[in-house]
């Protein structure tokens, strides 16, 4: 969590954007828990659609932000990420709440595993679904889980004192 504490420190509250703080999450997710892919998302004002906001793939030298994933493709996702706020998935396809994005979403760039945390704000409403993604299937530790718990925490009290970013 070097880099995130780092980055939200050189914000100095100031009203300049979070994409740093984005960045240093996703760095700081591939170092920790060795993922192939980590992001941040944010939720729209509706709750219906998430906005990937910063992606930090190793297989890839770019890092797309920009993708949306709505409610309506993907209910069964939203339902679980918002009301558990942790999806712990070591098989992507064979997992109910991510079974369906298989085709459209895990294959074409590779994913077999996943652990998404939601970041709520101060009423527990969903901001943010900071994203830890691997290549293989793989068992998630407890100390992964702890981890994805603690940088959402950081973001968590980072929009607190900033006000809620919008996607």
């Not at 998430?50 to 493709?73: K, N, W, Y």
């Not at 760039?109 to 409403?125: E, K, S, T």
Request: hydrophobic share 45%.
């Amino acid at each position: 969590m070097d880099l995130t504490n780092a980055a939200i420190r050189a914000t100095n509250g100031g009203a300049q954007g979070l994409e740093p703080v984005y960045e240093a999450i996703c760095r700081d997710i591939l170092a920790q828990l060795d993922c192939t892919r980590a992001s941040v998302w944010l939720f729209n004002q509706a709750g219906d659609a998430i906005h990937c906001q910063f992606l930090l793939d190793r297989r890839e030298a770019d890092f797309p932000a920009g993708m949306v994933l709505t409610a309506a493709s993907a209910p069964l996702y939203f339902e679980t990420i918002c009301q558990d706020r942790l999806l712990v998935i070591p098989d992507f396809a064979q997992h109910p709440a991510t079974r369906n994005l298989t085709a459209s979403y895990a294959q074409g760039i590779g994913i077999r595993a996943l652990i998404d945390v939601m970041v709520p704000d101060r009423n527990g409403l969903p901001v943010a679904i900071i994203c830890g993604e691997q290549d293989r299937t793989r068992e998630w530790s407890e100390a992964d889980v702890l981890y994805m718990y603690q940088i959402g925490n950081l973001l968590s009290l980072t929009f607190k004192y900033r006000g809620r970013v919008a996607a």
